[in-house]
Antibody, heavy 124, light 108 residues
Framework: EVQLLESGGTLVQPGGSLRLSCAASGFTFSNYAMTWVRQAPGKGLEWVSVISSSGSSTYYAGSVRGRFAISRDNFENTLHLQMNNLRADDTAVYYC?????????????????WGQGTLVTVSS | EIVLTQSPGTLSLSPGERATLSCRASLSVSSSYLAWYQQKPGQAPRLLIYGASSRATGIPDRFSGGGSGTDFTLTISRLEPEDFAVYYCQQYGSSPQTFGQGTKVEIK
């Protein structure tokens, strides 16, 4: 059974930093692209970032490029999202999700399994 | 960036009725790379449909997807109580991938 468990969400001040993690199990993690998608309170889904199976390719939404960094540890089966210079509009539930085998062409693909999410609140 | 517009915003129906949800793209979606997700309150999204019309693993056959180019639909043939939720479309044919704003299917 595929399981994705996010952690690291908390309250942080504007301008602060946070690192989210997603522990994966139930599939061969190193074979699949992975993504972060966020959802602001009461709002829709917003794609944040994708990383290829090897970690050699990364893609970002314009709203986070230059502030967020996605990475993965294929030995520990863990996905990370380093978030810097956080703003109030980054407040959201952050979901990790499993993508396609290998890479998502141009960073775009669908996501077949999702974690339950971790809440990041940016406020003073 | 392709903008996806879902309609209606809210659909009020009774169990057993047919639901038809629309997703319109601002530009043609390459290779019908269009997915649909279901989200219930407090839960993560669940993949229903990918490639515009292929059902994901374990999805009942009352869910069907169709369309191409800029116009796509998700149809639920007979609504079950567990189908009342918010539905999102997503295009992954061009970067950046984008989501629609969602359609809420509520009990009438």
């Amino acid at each position: 059974e595929v399981q994705l468990l996010e952690s690291g969400g908390t309250l942080v001040q504007p301008g602060g930093s946070l690192r989210l993690s997603c522990a994966a199990s139930g599939f061969t993690f190193s074979n699949y692209a992975m993504t972060w998608v966020r959802q602001a309170p009461g709002k829709g889904l917003e794609w944040v970032s994708v990383i290829s199976s090897s970690g050699s390719s990364t893609y970002y939404a314009g709203s986070v490029r230059g502030r967020f960094a996605i990475s993965r540890d294929n030995f520990e089966n863990t996905l990370h999202l380093q978030m810097n210079n956080l703003r109030a509009d980054d407040t959201a539930v952050y979901y990790c999700a499993k993508g396609l085998l290998g890479d998502c062409s141009g960073g775009a693909c669908y996501f077949d399994y999702w974690g339950q999410g971790t809440l990041v609140t940016v406020s003073s | 960036e392709i903008v996806l517009t879902q309609s209606p915003g809210t659909l009020s129906l009774s169990p057993g009725e047919r639901a038809t949800l629309s997703c319109r793209a601002s530009l043609s979606v390459s290779s019908s790379y269009l997915a649909w997700y279901q989200q219930k309150p407090g839960q993560a999204p669940r993949l229903l449909i990918y490639g515009a019309s292929s059902r994901a693993t374990g999805i009942p056959d009352r869910f069907s997807g169709g369309g191409s180019g800029t116009d796509f639909t998700l149809t639920i043939s007979r609504l079950e109580p567990e189908d009342f939720a918010v539905y999102y479309c997503q295009q992954y044919g061009s970067s950046p991938q984008t989501f629609g704003q969602g359609t809420k299917v509520e009990i009438k």
